[in-house]
């Protein structure tokens, strides 16, 4: 008497493979499996484990058991029909949580697009704007520098990359006292009128700005941005 469990494998490996042949990778049931979804991701990860654990049982009870073949072929189809439930149970439950899961990725991709358009657009009109700014972020890196900012002082971010790459350009008497107070705008809440400082450009010539100061969000990887902005006195 062939085992209850070798019947099942035999008749889901011949049903696997009529399907395989007659309908292909890319269309319906097979497609269920296939793909980078989250849903045939769990049903590749769990389907296979319950089919394999419900035949493994057939073959232990045919091992420890003396069948009749009424017997056999009841417990065949009790395997079969087990397999075929779990199996749907398992393609529901994959169809919620990676429908579920897939949703969130695809929410948060668009949310992650708006927010690159939306800081696209903000850098697009610092760049354009008739007065001198900047933005930078707390760990001291000078993001970008517009068009006024370069016109006026000669300088592009190749030349000051950091804050600390434009201090050291300054009146060494104020170095230090200018550092403390870019460290102090790193704690910035909100915007702040920082005064008049003087600022050299790249022709040694000193220009006198009226600067101000704001925070304007994160980036990705978490650090804070900053917008410098300055009105020309002199």
């Known amino acids: 008497i062939i085992p209850p469990a070798a019947n099942t494998v035999i008749s889901l490996t011949l049903l696997s493979l009529g399907i395989l042949l007659r309908f292909g990778y890319n269309h ?9 979804s989250i849903h045939a991701k769990l049903l590749r990860a769990f389907l296979p484990p319950t089919i394999f654990v419900l035949l493994t049982i057939g073959i232990i009870e045919s091992r420890l058991f003396w069948l009749s073949e009424e017997q056999v072929v009841f417990s065949s189809l009790v395997i079969l029909t087990a397999t075929l439930i779990l199996g749907f149970i398992i393609m529901r439950i994959s169809r919620i949580i990676g429908n579920d ?8 991709a668009k949310a992650e697009s708006k927010l690159r358009e939306s800081e696209e657009r903000f850098r697009k009109s ?25 016109e006026l ?18 009146d060494p008497k104020y170095q230090k006292k200018i550092s403390q107070h870019v460290n102090n705008l790193y704690q910035l809440k909100e915007r702040i009128d ?14 006198n700005w009226d600067l101000s100061t704001a925070t304007v969000g994160k980036q990705p990887e978490g650090t804070s941005m900053l917008t410098t902005m300055a009105n020309e006195t002199t």
Do not use: C
Not at 194 to 207: A, D, I, R, S
């Open 28 to 36: 319906f049931p097979i497609r269920l499996f296939t793909g980078k």
């Open 101 to 108: 899961i897939d949703h969130a990725f695809e929410y948060r």
């Open 126 to 150: 610092i760049s354009q704007a008739p007065f001198p700014a900047f933005i930078h972020s707390d760990n001291g890196q000078i993001i970008s520098l517009n068009n006024a900012f370069t």
């Open 153 to 170: 002082t000669g300088y592009t971010t190749h030349d000051i990359p950091t804050m600390e790459a434009w201090i050291s350009l300054s």
């Open 194 to 207: 920082e005064g008049e400082f003087p600022v050299f450009t790249k022709e040694n010539k000193v220009l």
